[in-house]
């Protein structure tokens, strides 16, 4: 009797605990199918929690990472470098230019793509059965907002609250240490050379820089991204020169802007570029960065 009893009690116990282990996969089973609207307005039904997903923007690939999916990822786009164990996944090509056939090898049940770029491959995609999801953050919140949109998606809410709450604490912080500031340095943000290209407004780096408490040069450009003119540079004199690329070098040796007061000052600081513009949590941490670069005496 005593062998019988000790055998039901050890099921018992094996059954409670499958039911334990399991129980977050079980609660969360019941939010699908989940019928959820996406970054070009169009409403999805999910059947199931994703657990093969491929991304077709680098940014997508970071914040699977970041809402801690990326053992779920199975195919990456191009330069989808970070983290580096991104760098492992193969590559299914981009938003411009898709390999079908990998993505058919790997057969995914989510591709993940950003609504600037996934749109002229979308058709195609949901023609081979697939179905896809976007993203379309336009600022910082759009990017916060975004991240919460892809915990529900992928069954990660309160990650995506965590990371979330982590980039709005870092954003307060900056706002709160420059919200006084009544003298805000001048700054160009150099992001290619030839032809010399720099951000305006409707930019990522725009957003920083007025959250960081600084001016940007070409604030009244016609576009985000636009080709500029040395002549106006020189006559706008910036007090601080940022470079997405490493080459301070090479602007210190261009005669023409030796009388620049950023040139003069040594205050030409070269910044990376895919955590100043890609849309993920790393926003946040350039934001940090560039509060410093402009006001480090309030650091």
């Given at each position: 009797?005593?062998?019988?009893?000790?055998?039901?009690?050890?099921?018992?116990?094996?059954?409670?605990?499958?039911?334990?282990?399991?129980?977050?996969?079980?609660?969360?089973?019941?939010?699908?199918?989940?019928?959820?609207?996406?970054?070009?307005?169009?409403?999805?039904?999910?059947?199931?929690?994703?657990?093969?997903?491929?991304?077709?923007?680098?940014?997508?690939?970071?914040?699977?990472?970041?809402?801690?999916?990326?053992?779920?990822?199975?195919?990456?786009?191009?330069?989808?470098?970070?983290?580096?164990?991104?760098?492992?996944?193969?590559?299914?090509?981009?938003?411009?230019?898709?390999?079908?056939?990998?993505?058919?090898?790997?057969?995914?049940?989510?591709?993940?793509?950003?609504?600037?770029?996934?749109?002229?491959?979308?058709?195609?995609?949901?023609?081979?059965?697939?179905?896809?999801?976007?993203?379309?953050?336009?600022?910082?919140?759009?990017?916060?907002?975004?991240?919460?949109?892809?915990?529900?998606?992928?069954?990660?809410?309160?990650?995506?609250?965590?990371?979330?709450?982590?980039?709005?604490?870092?954003?307060?912080?900056?706002?709160?240490?420059?919200?006084?500031?009544?003298?805000?340095?001048?700054?160009?943000?150099?992001?290619?050379?030839?032809?010399?290209?720099?951000?305006?407004?409707?930019?990522?780096?725009?957003?920083?820089?007025?959250?960081?408490?600084?001016?940007?040069?070409?604030?009244?450009a016609r576009d985000p991204w636009v080709e500029y003119s040395v002549e106006q540079v020189l006559l706008r004199d910036p007090e601080i020169i940022l470079l997405t690329r490493p080459y301070a070098e090479e602007v210190l040796a261009r005669p023409a802007w030796s009388g620049v007061k950023a040139v003069k000052q040594g205050k030409i600081i070269e910044v990376n570029e895919d955590a100043f513009v890609r849309t993920t949590p790393r926003l946040t941490d350039a934001l940090m960065?560039?509060?410093?670069?402009?006001?480090?005496?309030?650091?």
């Open positions: 009797m005593c062998k019988r009893v000790s055998y039901k009690y050890l099921l018992i116990l094996a059954l409670f605990a499958t039911i334990f282990l399991n129980y977050p996969t079980w609660v969360a089973a019941a939010d699908f199918p989940l019928t959820i609207t996406d970054g070009l307005g169009r409403e999805l039904v999910i059947e199931r929690v994703p657990q093969k997903i491929v991304t077709l923007a680098p940014s997508v690939t970071e914040n699977l990472y970041a809402l801690g999916v990326g053992d779920r990822v199975v195919g990456v786009s191009s330069y989808s470098d970070y983290p580096s164990e991104a760098l492992a996944k193969p590559i299914v090509g981009d938003a411009f230019q898709v390999n079908f056939e990998q993505i058919l090898l790997l057969e995914p049940d989510l591709i993940i793509g950003d609504a600037q770029l996934v749109g002229t491959q979308m058709s195609k995609l949901e023609e081979l059965g697939f179905p896809v999801f976007s993203i379309n953050p336009s600022d910082l919140e759009g990017v916060m907002n975004a991240l919460l949109l892809l915990g529900e998606v992928l069954d990660t809410k309160s990650e995506a609250s965590r990371v979330v709450a982590d980039m709005r604490e870092k954003i307060d912080y900056v706002t709160e240490l420059t919200k006084d500031i009544k003298v805000r340095p001048l700054v160009f943000v150099e992001v290619w050379d030839e032809p010399l290209m720099t951000c305006g407004p409707g930019s990522f780096m725009q957003e920083l820089i007025d959250l960081a408490g600084g001016e940007n040069l070409a604030a009244d960065e560039l509060a410093e670069i402009l006001h480090p005496e309030s650091f």
